[in-house]
């Protein structure tokens, strides 16, 4: 499995914000199979709690989001490699009311958590948030063997795919984005081949397929906005870094020149407000087949 680089708690709490909002399409469109498929399964079961495993769970924003809006019993583990996060847990889900348990832990080892936890028939939903673009393909591929021989249910949110747009446009966006793009892929990241690599994977070979829905949940940002504000600028400058980096590496036809009048540019039209910003995401449910 390719290492995963610490993620800070100030990143996951300035983009909590816009990934709730983005998801509000995901309330309405993905929620609601969701739901009945797995209540039907608990029921089927004899009404034991769902058992819900959350994947680099970082600061604990996927569980928030998901547990009031799952109508029945549910128990979560929240699973992660990092323990310094893990740690900050109990505060940041203090207002909770399902039961939880901190595992540390990564996706390499969920047939193991699952073959811990799992109590004979239980029913599953894997779940995460922002983690498929960061796995490599061997990964993926396990994690979507786990969902077809388990017959879980998974939600896989926040996926970057690639796309994007900074309104008004200007000369070097496109060529930005595409170096941004390319930084995401390196030491075997699937970047935004994140959610298309799982979506192969649970199709392949022989056997039952398991049902896939995707559905677009983009980042819609405005610069008149002072929250949005500041989650744009962090954007900016963290995507100029990578960029340099790559650029550093690879001919694209970009210098690191290029990329600091590109940033300053594009933070000058944050200061007036002049900036909307669209990040690309999709989120993924998987329904085992019947």
């Not at 399902?98 to 029913?123: F, I, N, Y």
């Not at 949005?228 to 960029?243: K, S």
Request: glycine share 6%; net charge negative; with cysteine.
């Amino acid at each position: 499995m390719t290492q995963l680089d610490p993620i800070s708690s100030d990143w996951l709490a300035l983009r909590e914000p816009a990934d709730d909002r983005a998801r509000a399409v995901t309330t309405t469109a993905l929620l609601p199979p969701l739901t009945r498929s797995l209540a039907a399964h608990a029921s089927a079961a004899g009404d034991v709690p769902v058992l819900c495993v959350d994947l680099g769970t970082g600061t604990g924003a996927n569980p928030r989001w998901l547990m009031p809006r799952l109508p029945f019993a549910q128990t979560w583990l929240l699973v992660d490699h990092d323990e310094d996060l893990l740690a900050e847990l109990t505060d940041l889900l203090a207002g909770v009311t399902a039961p939880w348990e901190p595992v540390t832990s990564d996706v390499a080892h969920l047939p193991d958590v699952l073959a811990h936890h799992r109590r004979p028939g239980q029913p599953v939903l894997i779940t995460c948030a922002a983690l498929l673009d960061l796995l490599d393909g061997s990964t993926v591929a396990e994690l979507a063997t786990t969902l077809r021989e388990t017959g879980a249910h998974g939600l896989f949110s926040l996926s970057v795919d690639g796309a994007g747009d900074l309104e008004p446009a200007a000369p070097l966006d496109d060529a930005v984005q595409a170096a941004f793009n390319a930084h995401q892929q390196r030491h075997g990241h699937l970047g935004p081949d994140g959610f298309p690599a799982l979506h192969r994977a649970l199709h392949a070979g022989d056997g039952a397929k398991p049902d896939v829905t995707v559905q677009q949940t983009d980042w819609r940002l405005d610069a008149t906005d002072p929250a949005d504000r500041a989650l744009i600028e962090r954007l900016l400058r963290d995507r100029a870094i990578a960029v340099r980096e790559h650029v550093d590496r690879s001919s694209t036809g970009l210098s690191g020149e290029d990329v600091d009048a590109w940033l300053a540019s594009r933070l000058s039209a944050v200061h007036d407000g002049d900036l909307r910003v669209r990040v690309g995401h999709r989120d993924v449910l998987v329904t085992p087949a019947a």
